[in-house]
């Protein structure tokens, strides 16, 4: 399809989210994308986000971060999406989608709804009463479990690429990287708890409310002379291209850009059960969430790096396709205009 014949669209994308994960990157990205390829762009979002969001992209603060139900911010968010003169209206996650679907009755008639989950929730009717939805794995894609779904995986800008490989010490041990913020769902608890039995050096980079008691368990278990959190970094591709591995240990995620990250760097990947991993990696590469069942799967991936490498060589393959800007932009854009072709009908 030819994007380039069609009309541009007028999008308004809905984020009622504060904070500063994969939604809102995926969020800022889309956006930016798209106002570059000359759609009109406006962003709905909190006054948390609304600094952040792209100079191309128009900006209305709303006070989304409030209660999803409180009649007096659905009728400030309504009168925004009835006055925008919009062609689309795309809620960015859960709290967005449900709170466009209160409204949904009340909206223009020409104007189309799409929803985007980005992380597995117990409730997710409102994206079945949207008109469109968009899982941003498969897995979530089953999950919302409609006719009118689409997955488009999250694509990265590929200039992170360039980044050159990080000087790294090395004590003579295989050298692994996890990365992520600090909090309880990426399960770094977990991967120190099974490090006690794995002959590698572990590189942990990332920052977040967990900070001081993970520290305080690597103290616990003796791990100092194997583990070292790094804090925050720009240069994560930099430290890809070092490492030996990436390990990722989430209890849950909606899509992991850290295994796309990783497979782009052409860097092996050994997970749990998580989109985005459960669907492009091979399978002998999922590990349970239990540190025993980590600390075997790892140590055997450790004892044979290039072994590891080649059954990640179709993952490589497919990231390069599958996990990049430009796809994630074309086939949003085809989405829209599928959904709004009666119009060029």
């Known amino acids: 399809m030819n994007i380039d014949n069609r009309q541009h669209f007028r999008i308004a994308q809905v984020v009622a989210s504060t904070g500063n994960g994969g939604l809102e990157r995926h969020a800022y990205d889309l956006s930016e994308g798209l106002a570059m390829k000359g759609h009109e762009v406006t962003f709905l979002t909190t006054g948390t986000l609304a600094p952040r969001v792209p100079k191309n992209v128009n900006v209305v603060e709303l006070p989304l971060d409030g209660n999803r139900n409180n009649p007096a911010v659905l009728w400030k968010l309504w009168r925004e999406l009835n006055n925008g003169q919009f062609d689309i209206v795309h809620a ?25 989950l980005h992380n597995q929730k117990k409730n997710i009717a409102a994206f ?35 980044q050159e490989p990080m000087t ?47 520290k305080k ?30 390990v990722v240990s989430s ?28 669907e492009v990696l091979d399978q002998s590469l999922i590990m349970k969430t239990d540190p ?6 790892i140590s055997e991936l ?11 060589e179709r993952s490589f393959l497919f990231a390069k396709e599958q996990f990049v800007y430009d796809n994630m932009l074309e086939k949003t854009e085809v989405l829209y205009s599928k959904i709004l072709e009666h119009r060029h009908q």
């Open 128 to 162: 079945r009463k949207l008109d469109h939805a968009i899982g941003v794995s498969n897995v979530l894609s089953r999950d919302i479990n409609r006719k009118n779904c689409t997955t488009i995986y999250h694509g990265l800008r590929t200039d992170f690429l360039r």
């Open 217 to 246: 368990q690597v103290n616990q278990l003796g791990l100092e002379d194997k583990v070292v959190l790094l804090g925050r970094s720009e240069s994560i591709a930099g430290y890809m291209k070092s490492a030996d591995g990436v």
């Open 251 to 278: 209890r849950r995620e909606g899509f992991s850009y850290v295994v796309a990250e990783a497979l782009l760097c052409e860097c092996p990947v050994v997970s749990t059960d998580v989109p985005v991993a459960n």
């Open 302 to 312: 450790v004892a044979d790096i290039r072994g590891w490498r080649k059954k990640c």
């Open 168 to 214: 790294i010490e090395r004590s003579g041990r295989p050298v692994i990287l996890a990365v992520g913020r600090l909090v309880e769902a990426k399960g770094f608890d977990l991967l120190l708890s099974a490090w006690t039995d794995i002959e590698a050096d572990l590189l942990i980079l990332g920052d977040g409310p967990d900070q001081e008691p993970l």
């Open 92 to 116: 960015q996650g859960s709290k967005a989608a449900q709170m466009v679907t209160r409204l949904s009755w009340a909206l223009p008639r020409h104007l189309k709804t799409i929803g985007t």
């Open 292 to 297: 025993a069942s980590m600390a075997v799967k």
